[in-house]
C-alpha cells in the first residue's frame, strides 16, 4: 500500500492539536505535581498543490485555551472562544493573544507529511514577546516550535508502499542545551484498523535520540536523565489525509541532593485530530 497526503487546492481543514503535561518532584518521598493543558484550533486553506504533491497552505490560528493547576491547588483558566471577560491574571494574555489569532502563516507539506518550510509574518516575533514569560507554550508559535510540534503531530510516512509489519526510519536534527542532537524516528506499519467506523491505517512510532558528541564524551555522572517517546498515527489512506494521532513522551532526571536525590518527572503528551471543512465555511 501506498500511503500519500492528497489534499487538494481551495479545500479548508481544521487542526486541532492538545497538549497535557503533568510533572511530578520528589523530594525525599515528598511530591509535588504541577500539570498544564493547552490547545491550539488551526485553520488550514489549501492554496494549491505542486507537480510533486506539495501543498501549499495558509494557516491560521483560531483558538488557543488553557488550563493549569499548580501545587498549591490554584487553577488558571483561559479560552479564546469564551465569550465571558478573562479573569484578571490572564488579561495580558489575552491581548497578546486576540493579535496573534489574527496572523497568518505560509506553510509547504509534502505528500509525505513533512514540514518543508514555515513563513511568518515579520511582526510574530515581536508579539510572541509580548506574552508572559511563564507561558512556556508559546515556544509552540516560533518557526522551530511550530515545525518541531508538526513534525510530531504528523509524523512521516514511508517512501516506499508497505505491507503489515513495514518499518522505516527519519533521522532529524533538532538543538538542545547541550547543542545540535540527533533524533531517529522508527515508525512500523501495523495495517488496517476502524476508528470510530472509518478505516484508517494505523502507524507506530518510537524516537531514539544521540547525544552530541560533546556531551556524550563529559557526561555528568551526578545526574541521570530517561527520556522516552513513542506515538501511534492514524492515517486516512482512502481520502489522503492523517485523521489523528497521539504522543507520548516521558522524561525523568535525578540528582544527588544531601543523602538522597531530587527526580523530575514529566508525562506529557500531544494529541492531533484533523478534519476537512464544508465549502464556504
Known amino acids: 500500500m501506498q500511503l500519500r497526503w492528497r489534499l487538494a487546492a481551495g479545500t479548508q481543514w481544521q487542526v486541532q492539536l492538545a497538549q497535557t503535561s503533568r510533572t511530578e518532584t520528589t523530594i525525599r518521598e515528598r511530591v509535588t505535581a504541577v500539570a498544564i493543558e493547552t490547545g491550539l484550533e488551526l485553520e488550514w486553506q489549501v492554496e494549491r498543490v505542486e507537480a510533486d504533491g506539495t501543498a501549499q497552505l495558509t494557516q491560521t490560528f483560531t483558538r488557543l485555551w488553557l488550563r493549569s493547576a499548580s501545587p498549591d491547588g490554584q487553577t488558571l483558566e483561559y479560552d479564546s472562544r469564551s465569550p465571558s471577560a478573562p479573569a484578571a491574571e490572564t488579561r495580558t494574555l489575552a491581548a497578546a493573544v486576540q493579535t496573534l489569532l489574527r496572523l497568518r502563516t505560509s506553510l509547504s507539506l509534502s505528500d509525505r507529511g513533512e514540514i518543508l518550510a514555515v513563513q511568518r509574518p515579520a511582526e510574530t516575533d515581536s508579539l510572541l514577546g509580548d506574552l508572559p514569560a511563564a507561558a512556556g507554550w508559546k515556544t509552540l508559535l516560533t518557526r522551530d516550535g511550530m515545525q518541531r510540534t508538526l513534525h510530531q503531530a504528523l509524523g512521516r ?38 476508528v470510530r467506523g472509518l478505516a484508517l491505517q494505523r502507524i507506530r512510532v518510537a524516537t531514539h535520540w544521540n547525544r552530541p558528541a560533546v556531551a556524550a564524551a563529559t557526561p555528568a555522572p551526578e545526574r541521570v536523565e530517561r527520556q522516552q517517546l513513542d506515538g501511534e498515527y492514524w492515517f486516512d489512506a482512502a481520502a489522503g489525509f492523517l485523521a489523528q494521532s497521539r504522543m507520548t513522551q516521558t522524561l525523568v532526571s535525578e540528582v544527588p541532593y544531601g543523602d538522597g536525590q531530587i527526580q523530575v518527572k514529566t508525562l506529557s503528551t500531544l494529541s492531533a485530530v484533523l478534519q476537512p471543512q464544508p465549502p464556504g465555511r
Do not use: F, M
Open 157 to 194: 510516512l514511508p517512501e516506499e508502499p508497505v505491507a503489515t509489519g513495514s518499518t522505516w526510519t527519519v533521522v532529524r536534527q533538532q538543538d538542545s542545551p547541550l547543542g545540535p542532537l540527533s533524533a531517529t524516528d522508527t515508525y512500523c506499519y501495523d495495517g488496517p484498523t476502524a
